[in-house]
């Protein structure tokens, strides 16, 4: 059962994936980089990591992916996208040596057999729980110093967002309220 | 908490749960469309629907007849896949995030012998889940907006984008407060938790309110319905569809409405806990009905926002507010 | 008193009363103040007030507003002129048309047709008697030049038919003999004054 569904959910990522690096189209590649992510998160649930699963979904599929589309809606999404291709032998080249260099770093632990869980499900401990407990202890300082860095990260969008941001767009305040002359003459 | 040993959860009993969950809600969402017009009408002291069938009840099946048999337009520079899919998108996602919510109560098949659980997926961060899945719902109105090369189209998914990003911070951070007092993200525990009577909105009153608002954003229900305002944007992202797809969105969004009313009456209002003499089931039912007449009775009464107001509301004062109560119940927790 | 009152084209700009406004707030701290007492006056609360009052108007004290149109017509103004109809006279029944044919004459858009015989009483009859409601403006001239008060615009205003037939013959537009009780007398120009009786004197060059 977890065997046809694992399979069910790599092959589907793979092909959404290959849709998205291969698709001319804005919308196709968008739509199945959103499918793919939520794919993703269906791993997880069969690992039993509902929490990180539900996150995969929320912050993936949800916001990431709407500010993907957001600013893809500025395109012509109905048109195929024209690529550059200067040269393709290099591109070529230097894809397949990345690619080459992702599989040996990945598994490299697999070959020498020296994977293990870390941190194993422990009983009677929920997974927002155990994901809190790794979080506020062993990883903290990394933690800190993301959220340091979204905050910075925060400043630097207001300000250069902000320049204009005391002004209202919509409620337009009119400096002198020019009466009408018609007016002024019945007063 | 809960002595009693429950049958174990068999293949069969979540098979025949979710046919239920989809046979019976996709028929609530037809019939909340009647409920919805007779509502708005007696609100504007008119009749409503009245002349299919006593009352107008079978309005729901002259509508749907007719939703199937229109024609089905697939513009001619639409991007036709998407378009096609799009509102699959949002009825399937309104219908998967019901799955981790309880919906019925749990029963026995008398002769066959199959337990029918209450859940049909019973995830531990349940209420994660139905978020998460409502905000995957979101791509239908902004792939079929994208995809239907109309300029209300885009617009209307622009103003999805927009809202989305507005208000699931609300969402999330209200929730967040009575996630932490009960110390899961269950629905059986936060029904647990309220056994004793009390109901989080005594705790949570805030909370409460925010989530209420962030919900109506989430559902497009009327103070927020920005994506589809007819006095804007002609329709906004069903402006180019017809027929059954058409019909699919708004099965979607009834499907939401009753969602979020399932978790404002399991979170905050104290679940199916028996209440006096009411029995649970009808507690609960009675909660989800009114929270969907209140969403029917703020659409008749109250106007709508701009998307700039909804940004402005959702950033800057609902955001700070639910972050100070977030703050605050972490406070009391830790003194008391 | 000149003409400076019908030369100023501002129509009803005296008559304006100005509301007083508040003005848009300047800083941010009067915009925080102003969305504080918005969202602490229960207004929004007296709209959810306003449209369950209205609920329970209409459905329990009987307030409410629809007319079920093709089932319950609302009254309209008898000088309302739609569809014509023929009177008879009130005391014989026989209708009112003498066969003049003032109306065919003065019809501009040309669309009553009439036909005229001696009867067996050597009294002229309507042979034939047919308006072309695809041609008539309703204009209201042949029920204007009637003498006899005869033909006349009713208030049927359903001008909607599967054929012009259906009521362009005389008989359709005659009032039928069994309703003539309930016949209406035309109140518009050329109608008998309401003390039409007392107006009636003895002629003078009576032998």
């Not at chain 1, 189209?25 to 649930?45: D, E, K």
């Not at chain 1, 591109?91 to 020498?112: D, E, K, Q």
């Not at chain 2, 919805?36 to 079978?58: C, D, N």
């Not at chain 2, 899961?184 to 938790?193: A, G, H, K, T």
Request: proline fraction near 5%.
């Amino acid at each position: 059962m977890e065997a046809i569904a694992f399979y069910v959910f790599a092959i589907s990522t793979v092909i959404l994936f290959g849709i998205t690096a291969l698709s001319k189209n804005v919308l196709y590649a968008m739509t199945s980089l959103a499918a793919g992510m939520v794919m993703i998160s269906g791993f997880f649930f069969l690992l039993g990591a509902d929490f990180l699963g539900v996150v995969q979904l929320i912050v993936y599929v949800g916001a990431v992916m709407a500010l993907y589309s957001f600013a893809m809606m500025f395109f012509d999404a109905t048109k195929d996208i024209k690529e550059k291709h200067g040269n393709p032998a290099l591109v070529f080249l230097l894809g397949g040596l990345m690619a080459l260099v992702f599989v040996v770093i990945f598994s490299a632990p697999i070959i020498g057999e020296n994977m293990e869980a870390l941190y194993p499900i422990v009983d009677g401990v929920g997974n927002a729980q155990a994901v809190g407990m790794v979080l506020f202890t062993k990883y903290l300082v990394p933690f800190e110093v993301a959220a340091i860095m979204l905050l910075v990260a925060m400043i630097a969008g207001i300000i250069l967002a902000g320049k204009k941001m005391d002004k209202s767009l919509t409620t337009t305040v009119i400096e002198e309220n020019p009466e009408d002359e018609i007016l002024k003459e019945s007063r | 908490m809960d002595a009693t040993i429950l049958p174990e959860v068999t293949a069969a009993g979540v098979i025949i749960k979710a046919i239920l969950i989809l046979a019976v809600i996709s028929a609530i969402a037809g019939f909340g469309t009647y409920i919805e017009r007779k509502v708005l009408a007696f609100m504007q002291r008119r009749l409503g629907p009245q002349h299919v069938g006593p009352y107008g009840l079978l309005q729901l099946a002259a509508d749907g007849i007719k939703l199937f048999t229109k024609e089905d337009i697939i513009p001619q520079h639409a991007n036709k896949i998407i378009f096609m899919i799009a509102p699959i998108i949002t009825a399937a996602t309104a219908f998967i995030a019901l799955a981790a919510v309880p919906v019925f109560p749990d029963f026995t098949i008398p002769f066959v012998d199959v337990y029918v659980p209450s859940i049909a997926s019973d995830v531990n961060v349940g209420i994660l889940f139905v978020l998460g899945m409502m905000a995957a719902g979101l791509y239908g109105p902004l792939l079929a907006g994208m995809a239907q090369s109309n300029k209300w189209g885009i617009i209307g998914s622009a103003r999805t984008a927009v809202q989305f990003l507005s208000y699931e911070v609300v969402t999330g951070l209200s929730l967040l407060a009575p996630i932490m007092m009960v110390g899961s993200l269950s629905f059986v525990d936060f029904n647990n938790y309220q056994s004793d009577g009390t109901w989080l909105v005594v705790y949570q009153p805030v909370a409460f309110i925010l989530f209420l608002i962030a919900g109506y954003a989430e559902t497009n229900r009327t103070p927020f319905d920005l994506l589809e305002h007819e006095a804007e944007i002609v329709s906004g992202y069903v402006t180019e569809y017809s027929g059954m797809r058409w019909g699919m969105f708004f099965i979607g969004e009834y499907a939401n409405m009753i969602t979020i009313g399932v978790i404002a009456s399991v979170v905050f209002l104290g679940g199916y806990n028996d209440f006096w003499i009411f029995p649970g089931w009808l507690m609960i039912l009675g909660k989800i009905a009114f929270s969907f007449f209140f969403m029917l009775w703020v659409r008749a009464a109250w106007p709508h926002v701009r998307p700039d107001q909804l940004m402005w509301l959702c950033w800057k004062v609902l955001m700070p507010l639910a972050v100070i109560n977030v703050v605050i119940t972490g406070i009391v927790m830790m003194i008391g | 008193m000149g003409l400076e009152q019908f030369k100023n084209r501002n129509v009803g700009t005296q008559n304006y009363v100005k509301l007083d406004l508040p003005h848009p707030p300047k800083n941010g701290w009067c915009a925080f103040k102003q969305v504080l007492s918005r969202s602490l006056k229960p207004e929004l609360f007296v709209g959810l007030w306003v449209a369950l009052r209205e609920m329970i108007n209409a459905l329990f004290r009987g307030q409410m507003h629809t007319t079920q149109y093709p089932l319950e017509k609302l009254p309209i103004s008898p000088r309302y002129r739609a569809i014509h109809e023929m009177l008879r006279l009130l005391e014989s029944g026989h209708y009112r048309c003498i066969g003049c044919g003032l109306c065919e004459k003065i019809c501009i858009a040309n669309c009553i047709t009439m036909d005229t015989r001696y009867d067996e009483n050597q009294r002229k009859e309507v042979s034939e008697y047919t308006i072309n409601f695809g041609r008539c403006i309703f204009c209201g001239y042949c029920a204007e030049v009637c003498p006899e008060l005869a033909i006349v615009h009713g208030g049927r205003y359903e001008t909607a038919s599967e054929q012009r037939a259906s009521f362009s013959l005389f008989e359709d537009m005659l009032t039928p003999i069994d309703k003539l009780n309930l016949q209406q007398e035309y109140q518009g120009f050329g109608a008998i004054s309401p003390n039409a009786d007392e107006n009636i004197k003895k002629t003078p060059l009576a032998y």
